[in-house]
């Protein structure tokens, strides 16, 4: 028999793999590997090879780069921008990118004006960096960027312009295409101009861009404000520009100084040039011939010479002076005045420029007292001016003068001095005796902090009293209204100075030349209260030559036009039947066209070379009479008071009750004054009154001090 | 040997499940806690993202405005160009006709003492450019 064994299941019982519990582990198991195999390899990626991944996350997401800050700017006392820097674009080549480089050089070169080979050249100097040229125009720049070459690229520089041009070239100086100052301030203040990078950290992602930035900010650099005033510098340039297309001279210079503070308002030479492409330039063009060119100043240093004297109590301006008949000797030497005068006062002598009469004085003075007074007045001797190169001049040391030198001396030879020290000399005279450090920078301004130079503490240092320099201005103004410097007289305002032709000394015959001469005129204006020095030279003007004749109309227009523009009050009356009203437009010469002055475009500019004849100036209209202008007077003149014997409140009061401004010397009682009692003066005009003690006013009048 | 499987015929139908309310809430819980820390986690990430767009915009926004300044400083420089005194004096002389004032054209006058002056304004420094 066959037996048959039934087995019921049911559910509950022992399980096998086919059940779904065992398929839901096995799946459990297999999914827990796997997650485990994913946190594994997380734990491997995010811990063990966290420094790896990490720094080079940080090399393809890093950059670091330089950032540049502008130089910073240079202003006129105004706050009107001279010089500037803005960024422009520099073009280089990435060579091993470029596939076909002859093509690309025939491309930027047709662009650039420059042949083809030169950019061939440059590209191929280097395999993986090459210029190919650096601070373009901005339209030279859109077009090569236009081309879409590959391999060129451009990189933002700082240029630097000058949007003025020529204006005040020679003391802004001009810079390198690094941007590093080659002259001028540029040069001289470098390093505070220049500013310092900084660095820039930026975060990239994968298309390369920024999503981050860190930056260390770089140093603006030091803004610089000049004393100039871009308007007076314009004035002083055009009417240098004027002189020397009159007379054809090789070289010029006209300074333009507040003689009370010495602020230089305009600096000025002839031939200059244009720092926007300096480079284009002739060397000579860009000398400062205001601080560092030396000549024989000639017959304007014997206001050095009569300074002295007076100072000195040795002459006065009365006294009479025997010019036999304008020839003199010294030591062996023979010197003849330009005319034979004979009997003339001091103040004639210099009104006239008599050499015989200025040697007599000096000979009077002594070698010793003399060379103290022109060291006093600054001369062999830096200024201290703040531009670059400034010259010493030439004084001998006094063992090494020669018998023949005080006189040579005294008539303005043997001694070389400079522009800037002829104009701080005559500025003494003005201000009241006391020699002013003259400067260009009058503050330097960093964010909203501005500074003084440190050289501006120093105080001016008195050469000669108060009453010695009243009396030179008295004497000086003589020199306009009768001597030589007539063509240096102002409408509606009183004018001082003196004339100088001085023979060039000629290396080649070792003499002084008899057809090479610097004429000068330096002089400064109202006399009362001085507001300006103005100083002319031209060097070696053709026909007429003397300085009375071609610096001193320089000086007047100069002078006239400075002065209305300071609006300097007016202190002697316009005559009424000199008006006359300019209406007629200006006639068209060869000047200046607007084309050459209209829309200023960086790096354009044109090139001025030395042999370049400075543009004419447009002839000066014919006057056209016009009916007179009625003056509302300012207050008429009123008789100087007479100090003399007061005491130093009694002269103040007086003084203040009449409106004039004091200018009080000494103590005790009133010796001297001026101007003198009774003199025609006009309220706000300063009075010099000289005080002693010990000696009474009888006595003073005795000694012929007080008339 | 043969097997039979048999299948127990059980109806459920009067079994009644009892509410367990402790188990419900203990779920709310949980349910509630997970949904918390989802939206956190939410929030975090689109903070994230959103951070990181702004920095882009941040970005973008500095380079506009590294731009405008050198576009700034472009046009301070033509300005100073157009304002040259040479280039004024040679409009006013050549295109205007203007001519300079003879000394007794200008005629200085005595201001009443309420009178306000206009005068020229200096033009301001700009701070350092950063």
Not at chain 1, 132 to 155: D, T
Not at chain 1, 578 to 605: E, H, I, W, Y
Not at chain 2, 23 to 47: D, K, N, T
Request: charged letters at 20%; proline letters at 7%; aromatic letters at 6%.
């Amino acid at each position: 028999m066959r037996h048959t064994t039934v087995r019921f299941r049911v559910p509950g019982d022992q399980m096998d793999l086919q059940s779904p519990r065992k398929r839901i582990m096995i799946v459990a198991a297999l999914a827990a590997i796997w997650t485990a195999a994913v946190f594994g390899r997380l734990a491997y990626l995010q811990l063990y090879c966290y420094s790896d991944y990490y720094s080079r996350a940080q090399h393809q997401q890093r950059l670091i780069v330089d950032v540049g800050a502008s130089r910073a700017e240079i202003f006129d006392r105004n706050l009107h921008p001279l010089a500037m820097s803005v960024p422009v674009d520099s073009a280089f080549a990435v060579p091993f990118e470029i596939a076909d480089p002859d093509m690309v050089a025939r491309l930027i070169g047709k662009v650039l004006d420059v042949p083809a080979d030169d950019i061939a050249t440059r590209i191929a100097s280097s395999h993986s960096f090459a210029w190919i040229v650096r601070k373009l125009p901005p339209e030279k720049a859109e077009r090569i960027a236009a081309m879409n070459l590959r391999g060129i690229y451009f990189q933002r520089e700082g240029g630097r312009f000058y949007p003025k041009r020529e204006l005040a070239a020679h003391v802004l100086g001009y810079v390198d295409i690094d941007e590093k100052g080659l002259g001028g301030i540029e040069y001289s203040l470098d390093d505070a101009i220049r500013s310092k990078p900084g660095k820039m950290l930026i975060l990239a992602d994968a298309h390369r861009r920024w999503y981050d930035s860190n930056d260390k900010a770089p140093d603006a650099g030091t803004s610089v404000i000049l004393t100039l005033d871009e308007k007076i510098q314009y004035i002083a340039e055009k009417e240098l520009a004027q002189a020397i297309h009159d007379t054809q001279a090789k070289a010029g210079t006209v300074i333009v100084e507040n003689p009370n503070s010495g602020e230089l308002l305009a600096v000025a030479n002839w031939p200059t040039f244009n720092p926007n492409a300096a480079k284009d330039s002739a060397p000579e063009s860009r000398v400062d011939r205001a601080a560092s060119s030396l000549y024989e100043p000639g017959s304007v240093f014997k206001i050095v010479t009569l300074s002295a004297a007076i100072d000195q109590g040795i002459t006065t301006p009365d006294e009479v002076i025997d010019c036999q008949n304008g020839a003199i000797y010294i030591a062996g030497h023979r010197i003849r005045d330009h005319k034979s005068y004979g009997n003339l006062t001091v103040s004639q002598v210099l009104a006239n420029s008599s050499d015989v009469g200025a040697i007599k004085i000096g000979l009077r003075l002594g070698a010793p007292k003399f060379y103290g007074y022109i060291s006093a007045f600054g001369f062999g001797q830096p200024t201290g001016v703040d531009l670059p190169g400034e010259s010493r001049g030439k004084l001998r040391r006094l063992e090494n003068w020669t018998p023949v030198s005080v006189g040579s001396i005294s008539m303005g030879q043997e001694v070389g001095v400079t522009p800037l020290q002829m104009t701080a000399a005559v500025s003494a005279i003005a201000n009241g005796g006391l020699i002013v450090r003259p400067h260009v920078v009058r503050e330097f301004r960093r964010g909203n902090q501005t500074t003084e130079p440190q050289e501006s503490q120093q105080p001016p240092r008195r050469v000669i009293r108060a009453t010695t320099a009243a009396a030179m201005r008295r004497m000086l103004e003589g020199v306009v209204l009768e001597g030589t410097g007539k063509k240096a007289k102002l409408e509606g305002y009183t004018s001082a100075g003196k004339t100088g032709t001085a023979q060039k000394y000629d290396p080649d015959t070792g003499r002084y030349s008899t057809h090479d001469l610097i004429a000068s005129f330096v002089g400064f204006a109202p006399i009362s209260s001085p507001a300006i020095t103005v100083y002319v030279q031209l060097d070696s003007p053709a026909g007429a030559h003397e300085g009375g004749q071609v610096a001193a109309p320089a000086f007047r227009r100069v002078a006239q036009q400075v002065l209305a523009y300071l609006d300097v009050p007016r202190d002697v009356p316009v005559a009424g039947e000199k008006l006359r009203a300019s209406r007629a437009p200006v006639a068209n010469g060869k000047g200046d066209t607007l084309s050459d002055m209209s829309d200023f475009a960086p790096m354009q500019a044109p090139a001025a070379t030395a042999d370049a004849v400075p543009p004419p100036v447009t002839a000066r209209p014919e006057p056209v009479v016009a009916p007179p202008t009625v003056e509302i007077a300012e207050g008429d003149g009123i008789p100087a008071p007479n100090l003399l014997g007061k005491t130093v409140r009694d002269a103040t009061e007086a003084c203040l009750k009449m409106g004039l401004v004091p200018v009080l010397v000494g103590t005790g009682v009133a010796t001297e004054q001026s101007p003198e009692p009774g003199a025609t003066i006009r309220r706000g005009n300063r009075v010099t009154v000289q005080f002693s003690r010990g000696e009474s006013f009888v006595s003073a009048a005795a000694r012929g001090k007080i008339k | 040997m043969s097997e039979f499987y048999t299948v127990k015929q059980i109806d459920n139908s009067r079994l009644v499940r009892v509410v367990a309310p402790n188990h419900l809430r203990e779920c709310a819980r949980v349910v509630s806690l997970g949904a918390l820390i989802a939206l956190c986690a939410f929030l975090y990430a689109w903070q994230h993202f959103e951070t990181i767009q702004l920095r882009y915009e941040l970005e973008s926004l500095r380079s506009e405005r590294a731009q405008a300044g050198e576009l700034n400083q472009e046009l301070r420089l033509e300005i100073a160009g157009l304002r040259a005194p040479g280039r004024i004096d040679v409009i006013a002389r050549r295109e205007l006709g203007l001519t300079a004032p003879v000394p007794g054209q200008v005629a200085p006058m005595d201001l009443p003492p309420n009178a306000v002056v206009a005068e020229a304004r200096p033009a301001d420094v700009p701070a350092a450019q950063q």
